[in-house]
């Protein structure tokens, strides 16, 4: 399967780089990066100290057209960029971009009419198990146990909350049958008041290059339950995400998650 990285210089680019050159049922097709980039012409592999042969390009249109699969952690614009040129060019879309409004999430949707599309805030098989066990907590512990969800990443993290936060959080709130966004409570400041009852809360914490810690706590009275994760480096979001282009393979169109990648 034919493999394209777009965004490919980025943090999480050459993770994919490294993971699509490491997978022998993948061969790295190419990879795209903003036009004004000092890399447009550059070895793919020239930072990780390898000759992959390809260099650099600018031309998302042209690596869309010889590729199977395009995998794309790279910015909101840019990902509804890539998810119209994905249906229009017939490639598989593997969407690991956080911080997407419902507009962009509508164009996913429409290029999912037409190709299959696995859009995952998290890649890692630790965080989907994560999102189970959080869902089925919330569902045995009643609103007496307010839920807090704590996230850490490094200082160059341009959303907040994370969009595994928010994930963990609809689980949570999908467990006690109620919608996210009429319980949900993304930060705090000033003269707040008390808890409201049933509020599921969010505290974002960014520096370092913390890679990834998400911590779901049910605070109850006399006793606290706290479910974490901890990335400890980004080979996991990367190896997942090439999993799930691999999966994606043959698959009808549709929009699809790690869930379904897995099979759990
Ligand atoms: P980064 O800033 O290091 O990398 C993004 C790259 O995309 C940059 O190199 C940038 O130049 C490039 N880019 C931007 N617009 C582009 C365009 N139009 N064409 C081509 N390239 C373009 O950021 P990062 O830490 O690698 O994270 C990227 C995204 O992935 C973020 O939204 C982050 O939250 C998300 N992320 C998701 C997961 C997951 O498992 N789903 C894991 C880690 C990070």
Redesign the pocket.
């Known amino acids: 399967m034919k493999i394209g990285i777009?965004?490919?210089?980025?943090?999480?680019?050459?993770?994919l780089v490294s993971a699509v050159l490491a997978d022998s049922g993948a061969q790295l097709s190419g990879g795209?990066?903003?036009?004004e980039?000092s890399?447009i012409g550059q070895d793919l592999g020239k930072a990780l100290g390898q000759v992959t042969g390809l260099t650099v390009s600018?031309d998302?249109h042209a690596l869309f057209e010889t590729s199977d699969a395009i995998i794309d952690?790279?910015?909101?614009?840019?990902t509804r960029?890539?998810a119209e040129l994905a249906a229009k060019t017939n490639t598989i879309l593997v969407?690991?971009?956080?911080?997407l409004s419902q507009d962009d999430e509508t164009v996913l949707m429409q290029a999912a009419l037409t190709v299959p599309v696995v859009y995952?805030?998290?890649?890692?098989v630790g965080?989907v198990l994560l999102t189970a066990l959080v869902e089925r907590a919330a569902a045995a512990l009643d609103n007496s146990y307010d839920i807090e969800i704590v996230e850490m990443?490094?200082r160059?993290?341009?959303?907040a909350p994370?969009?595994?936060a928010l994930a963990l959080g609809k689980a949570a709130a999908k467990g006690r049958h109620i919608a996210l966004d009429q319980v949900w409570q993304k930060s705090r400041d000033g003269h707040t008041g008390p808890r409201r009852r049933g509020e599921i809360g969010f505290a974002a914490l960014r520096g370092g290059d913390v890679?990834?810690d998400h911590t779901v706590i049910f605070a109850g009275d006399g006793e606290r339950i706290e479910i974490a994760h901890k990335a400890s480096n980004?080979m996991g979001?990367a190896a997942?995400?090439v999993r799930a282009a691999l999966w994606s393979q043959d698959r009808l169109p549709g929009l699809y998650t790690m869930v379904d990648v897995l099979g759990l």
């Open positions: 777009v965004g490919c210089m980025g943090r999480m680019g050459q993770m795209t990066e903003r036009a980039s890399a600018a998302p952690f790279t910015s909101p614009a840019a960029m890539h969407v690991g971009t956080t911080g995952a805030p998290n890649f890692s965080v990443h490094h160059h993290k341009v959303d994370s969009g595994t890679v990834g980004r979001f997942g995400a």
